[in-house]
């Protein structure tokens, strides 16, 4: 009789400890899930603030194109110009990353960081990471400091100088490989390290006249 009535004290007794430590997850949960609304909101101001400025980027590029008029075109004729993803492809591409819980991104194009915010409002969801590669040192600085004040730099590694190097010895299995530089470089990529054929997911940008809005 005794011994029965211990071990319902005990039955009673586990059950409130399981009981604590769901109530514990579902705090820490809600807590965690509250955070990260947080830094997405900061994020989003800060996506805010570059879209703005970004409306000028035709007359940029109609200045970098003049400026190759007589020549071939440079990356640093549009040094000024952040010919950014749309915020439709922008949100596509979060959702993308939720839904396939991918975690290992590479972005070649940072510009300003428009498109890898977005990748990090994903990976903040996955724990994932994102390594950046930019050619043009002042638009890579700017977009560090971009990520600074969206409070997601230690999600992003920023690679300067040309993707074709800063690239060449990465060796990490990669789930998402987004490719938004200078388009006749992606094929000597897959040729130069081969861990870029063995890539889960590929997302290919496309040059901006053929970026077509459908309603
Ligand atoms: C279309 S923009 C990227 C836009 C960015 N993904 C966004 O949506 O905000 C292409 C960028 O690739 C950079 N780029 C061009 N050639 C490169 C190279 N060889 N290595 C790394 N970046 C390069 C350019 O300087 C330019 O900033």
């Not at 071990?7 to 604590?20: F, M």
């Not at 915020?87 to 300003?112: A, H, M, P, R």
């Not at 230690?154 to 993707?163: K, T």
């Not at 040729?191 to 970026?211: A, C, D, E, G, S």
Request: with cysteine.
């Amino acid at each position: 009789m005794k011994k029965s009535y211990l071990q319902t004290l005990e039955i009673l007794l586990n059950l409130l400890i399981e009981w604590r430590n769901i109530r514990m997850m579902i705090f820490l949960h809600s807590k965690q899930k509250s955070m990260i609304a947080k830094e997405q909101n900061q994020i989003d101001e800060v996506l805010t603030q570059l879209y703005r400025d970004a409306r000028y980027d035709i007359l940029r590029m109609l200045k970098g194109a003049a400026k190759s008029m007589l020549r071939l075109m440079q990356p640093s004729d549009f040094e000024n110009a952040y010919l950014s993803i749309t915020k439709e492809q922008g949100e596509d591409l979060k959702c993308l990353i939720e839904e396939n819980n991918i975690k290992n991104i590479i972005e070649f194009g940072t510009s300003f960081g428009i498109s890898t915010l977005f990748l990090a409002r994903g990976v903040m969801e996955t724990e994932g990471h994102i390594i950046t590669t930019e050619l043009l040192e002042s638009k890579a600085q700017k977009a560090i400091e971009n990520f600074s004040k969206a409070g997601v730099a230690d999600l992003i590694e920023v690679r300067i100088g040309d993707a074709l190097k800063t690239l060449k010895d990465h060796t990490d299995p990669i789930d998402l490989l987004l490719l938004d530089g200078w388009k006749d470089l992606y094929l000597p990529l897959f040729k130069w390290n081969p861990i870029f054929m063995k890539t889960h997911l590929f997302m290919l940008i496309m040059p901006r006249w053929q970026r077509v809005k459908h309603s």
